[in-house]
T-cell receptor, first 111, second 113 residues
Framework: GNSVTQMEGPVTLSEEAFLTINCTYTATGYPSLFWYVQYPGEGLQLLLKATKADDKGSNKGFEATYRKETTSFHLEKGSVQVSDSAVYFCARGSGNTPLVFGKGTRLSVIA | DVKVTQSSRYLVKRTGEKVFLECVQDMDHENMFWYRQDPGLGLRLIYFSYDVKMKEKGDIPEGYSVSREKKERFSLILESASTNQTSMYLC????????????FGSGTRLTVV
């Protein structure tokens, strides 16, 4: 079936460090891919998305590129801030089926 | 600002109680979803609905039911609450499947004692 695998956390980084959170997905069909972020005490918010191969989603300094050849959608940010501390979820969606989420990766950024 | 509103942020209920979790969206979305979120398990789909009065089982429907009498409201019902249903419950809505993403509510943290 459809699934999403993302790197386990927690990830702890110093402020201004480079961030990568890996995400791979099952290649069935032509899914859309998403990154969601959950700040403490809140629901999930859409961070960025890509709907076809080689698309790059970007928002708030975060980027992810839809790589069909490696079935990946890794999240990157060049310089993280303390305010980026949150849980990040990768998700895939296709056709008429609900989104499938990864298990989430907790990021802690320390000053 | 468009939103999905969950009626309670925190709830404490006793084992065996019937529990209603309410979710309302103001975006005229056709699709609504209930997930539960647990540490180490991520988000798991309980039920979803593509239209008024219709419902589909997700991955973990046991012990739950849902009601969608109006387009904007999707209720999750715990028929007889148990301690293993202690969790964060997240409601979401969307205007299309798998392409546009979801809008989530802030969540309801339910504790069953």
């Amino acid at each position: 079936g459809n699934s999403v695998t993302q790197m386990e956390g927690p990830v702890t980084l110093s402020e201004e460090a480079f961030l990568t959170i890996n995400c791979t997905y099952t290649a069935t069909g032509y899914p859309s891919l998403f990154w969601y972020v959950q700040y403490p005490g809140e629901g999930l918010q859409l961070l960025l998305k890509a709907t076809k191969a080689d698309d790059k989603g970007s928002n708030k300094g975060f980027e992810a590129t839809y790589r069909k050849e490696t079935t990946s959608f890794h999240l990157e940010k060049g310089s993280v801030q303390v305010s980026d501390s949150a849980v990040y979820f990768c998700a895939r969606g296709s056709g008429n089926t609900p989104l499938v989420f990864g298990k989430g990766t907790r990021l802690s950024v320390i000053a | 600002d468009v939103k999905v509103t969950q009626s309670s942020r925190y709830l404490v209920k006793r084992t065996g109680e019937k529990v209603f979790l309410e979710c309302v969206q103001d975006m005229d979305h056709e699709n609504m979803f209930w997930y539960r979120q647990d540490p180490g398990l991520g988000l798991r789909l309980i039920y979803f609905s593509y239209d008024v009065k219709m419902k589909e089982k997700g991955d973990i429907p046991e012990g739950y039911s849902v009601s969608r009498e109006k387009k904007e409201r999707f209720s999750l019902i715990l028929e007889s609450a148990s301690t293993n249903q202690t969790s964060m419950y997240l409601c979401a809505s969307s205007s299309g499947q798998g392409i546009y993403g979801y809008t989530f509510g802030s969540g309801t943290r339910l504790t069953v004692v």
